[in-house]
């Protein structure tokens, strides 16, 4: 059974730093890629960030290039999520997800197989 359970999610100030943690299991990082999105009040989830399965390929949406880091530990089994120079706009329940096209977490609505519940980042201003 694959599990995506998120953890780190907390109230930070605008020009911090946070680390989320995605803990995973029934799964390996060579077949599965895995990804944050994130859900702004009133907005519609959006991709943040993926590492491709195998090589460990990354991919991030335009907003936060530059400051934001997903890495992963296989020894772990869990995929982080460093996250840098926060704006209030980063304020969104972030989410692990598994299975998809890397190249599809900027789409709209991407084909995903597996989410996790969810961690709530707030930034204030």
């Known amino acids: 059974e694959v599990q995506l359970v998120e953890s780190g999610g907390a109230l930070v100030q605008a020009g911090g730093s946070l680390r989320l943690s995605c803990r995973t299991s029934?799964?390996?990082?060579?077949?599965?890629?895995v990804g944050w999105f994130r859900q702004a009040p009133g907005k519609e989830r959006e991709g943040v960030a993926c590492?491709?399965?195998?090589?460990?390929?990354?991919y991030y949406a335009d907003s936060v290039k530059g400051r934001f880091t997903i890495s992963r530990d296989k020894a772990k089994n869990t995929v982080y999520l460093q996250m840098n120079r926060l704006k209030p706009e980063d304020t969104a329940v972030y989410y692990c997800a598994a299975n998809f096209n890397p190249r599809e977490l900027t789409d709209r609505r991407p084909i995903v197989d597996y989410w996790g519940k969810g961690t709530l980042v707030t930034v204030s201003s």
């Open positions: 590492i491709s399965s195998g090589l460990g390929d990354t």
């Open positions: 029934g799964f390996s990082y060579e077949h599965y890629a």
